[in-house]
């Protein structure tokens, strides 16, 4: 049998190509729609059995990348990733199946296919989720030896504690205040010294951390290095930012969620699809008082699709800066100094 793969990145990660002038890239559902269909003509004449599109774009976006898609093109699945969607059961849309297999290596999805050669067409098939452990497959024994070679030197330089918290902090969901979200943003905040710190919530990895906090547990939570940059707003475009970040259609799993510092309170009426109020140290914010925002990097260069502000209007006022390259090293070392910090929930991001 002949099989077509055939990948599409997240839009996300097409944002950040754009940037760069050498690099060229589909940043649509339309366009990368198109680039399939051009792919799947140009192998017509080689009798492709079964053809799979490979994303990462998130489950909304692969239902409605597949309703784009002609019949004559022959995609017959699409394999998902980036919302970390479990499905019991593939979704089939304008005759394509869609699957995902949540996230992580907890479990895989399996399929199990019969294809009629003659129509090249999938004419059944079934799916499961299998989770991944000594019940399905042996570990290899040869493999093991091998890892466990470099343990020794690894547990050397990545077991050593960094610090210790109160208690076992969380980050449960992206769209929602976090305990663990709180910490990485107040240590942010107090090294920016900025009256708002947005940190991206998809830089945070990890589920739970602590107690007890190992070097390695550090860069499993936070492994996207990046800078940092504080920049001067009014009221008004701050606003403006919360409206947008806060709103229902970027909870949906496949938006880009923040994580805020202490001092910041945010209220948004989900019915009235509005921000209600915005206050920061208990003063609700005035439209022309002037404000600092602090973000990564990623986050600045990408400002006008997930902030509603465009760099330019981030850097309007002249006092934009730098306060450091390495946002990994600032959260090392701010938690090397605070032991024993905790987290509480307060309410800094609220929805009614």
């Given at each position: 049998?002949?099989?077509?793969f055939t990948g599409?990145i997240?839009?996300?990660?097409?944002?950040?190509?754009?940037q760069?002038?050498?690099?060229?890239?589909f940043v649509?559902?339309?366009?990368?729609?198109?680039?399939?269909?051009?792919?799947?003509?140009?192998?017509?004449n080689?009798d492709?059995d079964?053809t799979?599109l490979?994303t990462?774009?998130?489950?909304?976006?692969?239902?409605?990348l597949?309703k784009m898609?002609?019949?004559?093109?022959?995609v017959?699945?699409?394999?998902?990733?980036?919302s970390?969607?479990y499905?019991?059961?593939?979704?089939?849309?304008?005759g394509?199946?869609?699957?995902?297999?949540g996230?992580?290596?907890d479990?895989?999805?399996?399929y199990?296919?019969?294809v009629?050669?003659?129509?090249?067409?999938i004419v059944?098939?079934?799916?499961?989720?299998?989770?991944?452990?000594?019940?399905?497959?042996?570990p290899d024994?040869?493999?093991?030896?091998?890892?466990?070679s470099?343990?020794?030197?690894?547990?050397r330089k990545?077991s050593?504690?960094?610090t210790?918290?109160?208690?076992?902090?969380?980050?449960?969901?992206?769209?929602?205040e976090?305990t663990?979200?709180?910490a990485?943003a107040?240590a942010?905040?107090s090294?920016?010294?900025?009256?708002?710190m947005l940190?991206?919530s998809?830089?945070?990895?990890?589920?739970?951390?602590?107690?007890?906090?190992?070097?390695?547990?550090?860069?499993?939570?936070?492994p996207?290095?990046d800078?940092?940059?504080?920049?001067?707003?009014?009221?008004a475009?701050?606003?403006?930012?919360?409206?947008?970040i806060?709103?229902?259609?970027?909870r949906?799993?496949?938006g880009?969620?923040?994580?805020?510092?202490?001092?910041?309170e945010?209220?948004?009426?989900d019915?009235?699809?509005?921000l209600?109020s915005?206050?920061?140290?208990?003063?609700?914010?005035?439209?022309?008082q002037?404000?600092?925002?602090c973000?990564?990097g990623?986050?600045?260069?990408?400002?006008?699709?997930?902030?509603s502000?465009?760099?330019k209007?981030?850097?309007?006022?002249?006092k934009?800066?730098?306060?450091?390259?390495?946002?990994?090293?600032?959260?090392?070392?701010?938690?090397?100094?605070?032991?024993?910090?905790?987290?509480?929930?307060?309410?800094?991001?609220?929805?009614?």
């Amino acid at each position: 049998m002949e099989f077509l793969f055939t990948g599409i990145i997240t839009e996300k990660i097409m944002d950040a190509l754009k940037q760069d002038e050498l690099i060229g890239s589909f940043v649509t559902l339309q366009e990368a729609s198109a680039e399939v269909g051009k792919i799947c003509n140009a192998y017509k004449n080689d009798d492709i059995d079964l053809t799979v599109l490979l994303t990462h774009i998130g489950i909304e976006s692969d239902v409605q990348l597949a309703k784009m898609l002609k019949p004559e093109w022959g995609v017959d699945m699409i394999i998902g990733g980036h919302s970390h969607t479990y499905l019991e059961k593939p979704i089939k849309e304008n005759g394509v199946l869609i699957a995902q297999a949540g996230s992580g290596t907890d479990q895989i999805g399996r399929y199990d296919i019969v294809v009629d050669d003659a129509t090249n067409s999938i004419v059944d098939y079934t799916w499961k989720l299998l989770p991944i452990n000594e019940d399905l497959e042996k570990p290899d024994k040869k493999l093991a030896e091998f890892i466990n070679s470099f343990k020794t030197e690894v547990d050397r330089k990545y077991s050593v504690v960094l610090t210790k918290f109160q208690r076992e902090l969380t980050h449960p969901k992206r769209e929602i205040e976090t305990t663990l979200g709180n910490a990485v943003a107040d240590a942010f905040a107090s090294f920016a010294q900025t009256d708002v710190m947005l940190v991206g919530s998809g830089s945070i990895r990890v589920q739970k951390l602590g107690p007890v906090v190992t070097k390695k547990d550090f860069l499993a939570c936070f492994p996207y290095d990046d800078s940092l940059s504080r920049h001067a707003i009014t009221g008004a475009q701050l606003k403006q930012v919360f409206a947008h970040i806060m709103r229902p259609e970027n909870r949906d799993g496949e938006g880009e969620c923040y994580q805020v510092n202490e001092g910041v309170e945010a209220v948004y009426h989900d019915a009235q699809k509005k921000l209600v109020s915005l206050k920061v140290k208990g003063e609700p914010i005035a439209d022309k008082q002037t404000y600092t925002v602090c973000m990564q990097g990623f986050h600045f260069n990408n400002a006008k699709a997930y902030l509603s502000l465009s760099r330019k209007e981030l850097m309007t006022s002249g006092k934009s800066k730098t306060v450091t390259t390495s946002a990994q090293e600032v959260l090392e070392s701010y938690w090397r100094d605070h032991q024993n910090l905790s987290s509480q929930i307060e309410g800094r991001l609220r929805y009614q």
